[in-house]
């Protein structure tokens, strides 16, 4: 068994940046102020499909926006942190209160701001079109570039190595 393989497999918490992750990382405002951001439904589909595996799924941004308060109920997503100027105090705190360590915990993320996060998780993601700092200090680059399937990606990828897979997707009835 590789070592990724060993990571992956010890994964019970999937916690993802949002912009440049979930979205494609434009952010786009209106003469009103009203902002709107592009979710891939797929990536949401994804997060669910984890969610029925018994995969906490948690957000946490630097950004507060209310299109991420939204898309978060909309996907049934409970943990939310919004406005966080210090990614690895909010990972911190979550250890403490789910009583977990980094090694159950897979982070995915995008730029320079996640590498702190990176290096307290078990498993950590940096989509393909990430910056290349974050790329170099991922376990794994993504495929897929965020908020185009990258998430969805990585959901199937722990699905499928914790041998999941199957028993999430029977009822799509998929061989």
Known sequence: MDILTKKIKL???LILDVDGVLTDGQIIIDDLGNETKHFHVRDGHGLKLLMRAGID???ITGRT???VEHRARELGITEVYQGS????EILEEIFRKKHISGESVAYIGD???DIPVFKKVGFSVAVADASEHAKKSADYISKRNGGQGAVREICEMILMVQGKWDDVVQRYEIS
Do not use: F, G, H
Request: avoid cysteine; aromatic fraction near 0%.
């Open 11 to 13: 994964i019970s918490s």
């Open 111 to 113: 730029d320079i701001v």
């Open 65 to 67: 926006s209310r299109v």
């Open 85 to 88: 100027k210090n990614k690895v």
């Open 57 to 59: 799924i948690i957000l």
